[in-house]
């Protein structure tokens, strides 16, 4: 496992021909830029990883509906990486937007958004927050 490069280098070469064959805000490049934005992600460059995933979630602005789940899952992941460099605040804010679309998207038992009451959670918790961290 942790065969980072090699994804990295499969995902560039979807990414290429992606390039070739679709418009440029089509969202298959949401999905490429965001898968390797968490291969990045994975290897503890976060700085990288801010970037594609911002460049997923700016395609998947412009090409889906707005309160589409890829768009819910695009700010959890963004949140996820502020999270991981302590910008509790930023997380807070990409975690609440991921739950507010996943709330009207998705059915009140699936299980994204257990995920997203856990994201929320866990930042009250890093900040010291504890009562707020038990409300999710």
Do not use: W
Not at 40 to 46: C, D, Q, S, T
């Amino acid at each position: 496992m942790g065969e980072y490069a090699k994804a990295l280098e499969f995902y560039e070469k979807s990414l290429e021909i992606r390039d070739i064959s679709l418009p440029e805000n089509h969202p298959d490049f949401a999905e490429s830029y965001n898968n390797i934005g968490l291969v990045y992600y994975n290897m503890g460059e976060y700085s990288t990883a801010h970037s594609y995933l911002e460049k997923s979630l700016k395609i998947g602005e412009i090409s889906l509906p707005p309160n589409h789940p890829d768009l819910a899952a695009s700010y959890s992941s963004i949140g996820v990486v502020y999270n991981s460099m302590g910008k509790y605040q930023q997380a807070l804010e990409f975690y609440e937007k991921s739950l507010k679309i996943r709330e009207i998207s998705l059915p009140p038992n699936h299980s994204d958004l257990g995920t997203s009451y856990c994201s929320i959670g866990s930042v009250y918790n890093e900040v010291g927050d504890y009562p707020k961290a038990l409300e999710f």
